[in-house]
C-alpha cells in the first residue's frame, strides 16, 4: 500500500531492507520479489532513499537476467503464481514500460535502474553507477533494442525498439553531462559499442521516415484510414524521439561540454526563437561537417543537398557559433578547435 511505502521511507527503512536482502541473488524466487520491491518503490514520486550498497544489489539482481545457473527453489508452478501476484500489484502502479507478460528478475531491475538514473542521476550516483557495472547493462540494452530493429516489420514492436532505445540514451545523456570519466569509459567500452549502437540506430531511423514517409505522401494508410489516426504517427514519434536522444548521446561524447559554466547555458533560454534556431542550424552544420571529414562521398552527398551546391552556408553559420562561443567560453577550448577544424576542412573541400 503506498501509506506503508511512505511508512518505510519516513523511518529510513528502505536502505536497511535492501541491506538486509543483501544475499538475494542466490535464491531465484527471494531475487524476483526483491526486484519487484525494487520497482515497485521507485513508482513512487518520493525519493527511494537508494544508496550504494542497494545500487549494488540492483545490479546484482539485473545480471540475473542472463544467468542460468541458480537452480529454481520453486516449481514452474510455484513460481508462475509468484509472477501473477507480482503482475497484479504492478498494475497498481504507473508501468508504462513494463512488459507485464515478461516478469524476469532482470527486467524489473533493469526498469527500475532506468527509472532511478533518469529522475534522480546526482554525482555520486553517476560514478557508482559505472564503478558497479551499470552503465554496461544500459549500453548493452541499447545495442540489443537496435538489433531487434533490423529484425522487426511490425509496426507495434518497432515501437517498442525504439522507445526501448530511447530510454537507455536518455539516461546516458543525463549520466555523461559534465562528466568526463563517464564519457571516456562509455567510448571506451566494447570497442565503442554504443557509438556503433547510435550508428546503426540512425541508419534504420532514416531507413523507417523513408519507408513511411512514402505511405504518408499517399495520404492514407493500408486499411484507407485518414493519416492523423494512422499508427504511423507513433512510428514517427518514436522515430524523432529515438534520433533526438542519440544526437544528445553523441553531442556529450564528443564535446568538452565541462568549459561551459552554468550561467553561460547555453543566456541561451532567455534569447528567443531565433537564437534557439540558429543553435540547432550551428549544431546541424557542425554534426554534418564531422560526418564529411574524411568522407569524399558524405561530401558529395551533402554538398548536392545543400541550398546553393557548395558549403557556403554551413561556413557562414559556423563562423557566427564560433563568434558567439568565443564571447561567452573561455577561448582555445577543445569545443572552439573543433569548429575551427571544421570550418577550414569545409572551406577546402
Not at 32 to 49: G, W
Not at 303 to 328: A, I
Request: charged residues 25%; hydrophobic residues 35%; contains cysteine.
Amino acid at each position: 500500500m503506498p501509506s506503508f511505502r511512505m511508512h518505510l521511507r519516513a523511518r529510513g527503512k528502505v536502505a536497511q531492507v535492501f541491506k538486509t536482502l543483501n544475499d538475494a541473488p542466490q535464491h531465484s524466487n527471494l531475487a524476483l520479489c526483491t526486484a519487484s520491491l525494487m520497482y515497485i518503490l521507485s513508482r513512487d514520486r518520493l525519493n527511494m532513499d537508494l544508496d550504494r550498497a542497494s545500487l549494488d544489489l540492483m545490479i546484482r539482481l539485473l545480471e540475473l537476467e542472463q544467468d542460468k545457473s541458480i537452480a529454481d527453489q520453486l516449481t514452474t508452478k510455484e513460481m508462475n503464481k509468484v509472477k501473477e501476484k507480482i503482475r497484479k500489484l504492478c498494475e497498481t502502479v504507473h508501468n508504462k514500460h513494463l512488459d507485464l507478460e515478461n516478469i524476469t528478475t532482470g527486467h524489473l531491475a533493469m526498469e527500475t535502474l532506468l527509472s532511478l538514473t533518469s529522475k534522480r542521476a546526482g554525482d555520486w550516483f553517476k560514478e557508482e553507477l559505472r564503478l558497479l557495472g551499470g552503465l554496461d547493462h544500459i549500453v548493452d540494452k541499447v545495442k540489443e533494442c537496435v538489433e531487434n530493429l533490423s529484425r522487426e516489420d511490425d509496426k507495434e514492436n518497432l515501437v517498442a525498439s525504439l522507445w526501448g532505445a530511447e530510454r537507455c540514451l536518455r539516461v546516458l545523456e543525463s549520466v555523461t553531462v559534465h562528466n568526463p570519466e563517464n564519457q571516456a569509459y562509455l567510448i571506451a567500452y566494447k570497442d565503442s559499442q554504443l557509438i556503433v549502437s547510435s550508428a546503426k540506430a540512425l541508419w534504420h531511423c532514416e531507413e523507417m521516415i523513408q519507408r513511411y514517409s512514402r505511405e504518408v505522401n499517399r495520404g492514407l494508410c493500408s486499411s484507407g484510414t485518414p493519416l492523423p489516426y494512422c499508427s504511423n504517427s507513433n512510428v514517427g514519434k518514436a522515430v524523432e524521439d529515438c534520433m533526438r536522444a542519440i544526437i544528445g548521446v553523441l553531442l556529450n561524447l564528443t564535446h568538452d561540454n565541462g568549459q561551459y559554466k552554468d550561467e553561460d547555458l547555453r543566456s541561451l533560454q532567455h534569447a528567443g526563437k531565433h537564437m534557439e534556431d540558429s543553435i540547432v542550424a550551428s549544431y546541424t552544420a557542425l554534426l554534418l561537417g564531422c560526418l564529411c571529414q574524411g568522407s569524399p562521398m558524405n561530401v558529395t552527398t551533402v554538398r548536392e543537398n545543400l541550398p546553393k551546391g557548395d558549403f557556403s552556408v554551413m561556413t557562414e553559420m559556423l563562423k557566427k557559433f564560433l563568434n558567439f562561443m568565443n564571447l561567452t567560453c573561455d577561448v582555445g577550448t577543445t569545443g572552439q578547435k573543433s569548429i575551427s577544424r571544421v570550418i577550414d576542412y569545409l572551406e577546402h573541400c
